[in-house]
């Protein structure tokens, strides 16, 4: 779909641009503040704000306080991170896996270095817990910051954007909050750890390729040989099954207009004979049960066994965590569908094509105005000219005629 290519293309020069920003802005709150932080370390707006938080203290505040210093060991951080890399890296987002324990390795050896340059004294006045090393930076804040920086990042092309950003938020502030209440760092190591959490998670993903919706960056799989038999047919909707201009946004329950491409209901209606069918597609408006109602508007819907969009999942193609999302949908009981029994079919090389190819799907190329790709480029298993096309095409990747698929709900 050449607009929302285009789209997809600006929206990651917005991002960079936005990386690049907040790289900024945040090196140059650390360097104000390390250049105020000097000879004068206990007076000031420091010192002010320490005696005052030293007078008041309170039993539930101090408990909370406490949890939080206990958060931020780093025996306790390495165990989050191992786990949510870990999850990252089982689930095919190795990429990510990769630019979360760089970063905080990154935000942990930086922080050593610093305060061993500026070798700070703490308050010293702390009586629920007491400082053991240099202030400044704060470690505790700088490396919370880190971690909801990078968790942020990674969670950013996904519908989970706005909640893990927002719990970041909360959990960096409230440690640094946690580090002036308990009088183990001034309020300037505070500013200084957020300031630095967001340099080190801005630069290191400045520096690593993370794909475009967020997968992993590992080179895509080579396509399941012809021979085994196919099951199951995920279908694109933009160009490939569904007429679409960009021009209509929102749910697509809501369009104005919907069309389907010539030859849609007949080439369905051939193929729901031997396969199941099953519409993936990149709707970021739209849940499954809106591209539904719009696919009902053109008689389409009922044969059209599920659909599985971007939506619901959280991610978009060519991100194999959509691609895996929908094997799962594809499956039954809760055991996914082995990626070699299903073709997705689409007119984008990049989402359709080399993302499906990643997951271990075989993937068929709708190409209808005959466009060139690159020699040394993605190749689909194979080149059709028109929907009409495609049932012949698939006896062609299952290397025999096909039978009757079983009907079920996932």
């Known amino acids: 779909m050449p607009a929302a290519e285009a789209g997809a293309h600006g929206a990651a020069g917005r991002s960079r641009q936005l990386l690049l920003i907040g790289l900024l802005a945040g090196l140059l709150a650390f360097v104000v503040v390390a250049a105020l932080v000097g000879a004068h370390a206990g007076g000031g707006l420091d010192g002010r704000v320490i005696s005052r938080v030293e007078a008041h203290h309170y039993r539930p505040l101090d408990t909370l306080a406490v949890g939080f210093d206990h958060l931020g060991r780093w025996w306790l951080v390495l165990a989050g991170v191992v786990a949510i890399g870990g999850a990252l890296w089982l689930a095919g987002r190795k990429a990510q896996a990769r630019y979360l324990a760089l970063t905080m390795t990154a ?183 809106d591209v539904r109602a719009a696919l009902s508007r053109v008689g389409l819907d009922e044969l059209i066994d599920d659909v599985v969009s971007s939506r619901d999942v959280g991610a978009r193609k060519p991100d194999p965590l959509f691609y895996r999302a929908a094997l799962l949908r594809a499956g039954f009981a809760g055991v996914p569908l082995a990626p070699e029994r299903a073709v997705m079919v689409g007119d984008s090389l990049e989402n359709d094509v080399a993302g499906a190819q990643a997951a271990g799907l075989r993937a068929v190329w709708l190409n209808p105005s005959k466009t060139r790709r690159e020699a040394d480029g993605t190749a689909p298993d194979v080149e059709i000219r028109k929907l009409a096309d495609l049932p012949e095409a698939l006896v062609k990747l299952s290397g025999a005629a096909p039978v009757a698929p079983p009907r079920h709900t996932g």
């Open 107 to 289: 935000s942990l050896s930086l922080n050593l270095l610093l305060k061993l340059l500026f070798r700070r004294v703490p308050p010293g006045g702390g009586t629920v817990v007491k400082a053991s090393t240099y202030a400044f930076p704060s470690g505790h804040t700088m490396t919370a910051t880190a971690l909801a920086a990078a968790l942020a990042l990674i969670a950013w092309p996904t519908r989970w954007r706005w909640p893990v950003l927002l719990a970041g938020v909360a959990f960096a502030g409230l440690m640094g909050l946690s580090r002036v209440y308990l009088s183990v760092h001034w309020p300037s190591d505070v500013a200084a750890g957020w300031a630095l959490g967001i340099v080190v998670a801005f630069a290191v993903r400045a520096a690593v390729h993370l794909p475009a919706g967020a997968g992993p960056s590992a080179a895509p799989a080579q396509a399941k040989a012809t021979g085994s038999p196919v099951e199951v047919v995920f279908l694109d909707w933009g160009d490939t099954l569904m007429a679409d201009d960009g021009s209509q946004s929102g749910p697509m329950a809501t369009w104005v207009q919907v069309r389907e491409v010539d030859g849609a209901q007949q080439t369905l209606r051939r193929l729901r004979l031997h396969y199941r069918l099953i519409v993936a597609t990149n709707a970021d408006h739209s849940r499954a049960r």
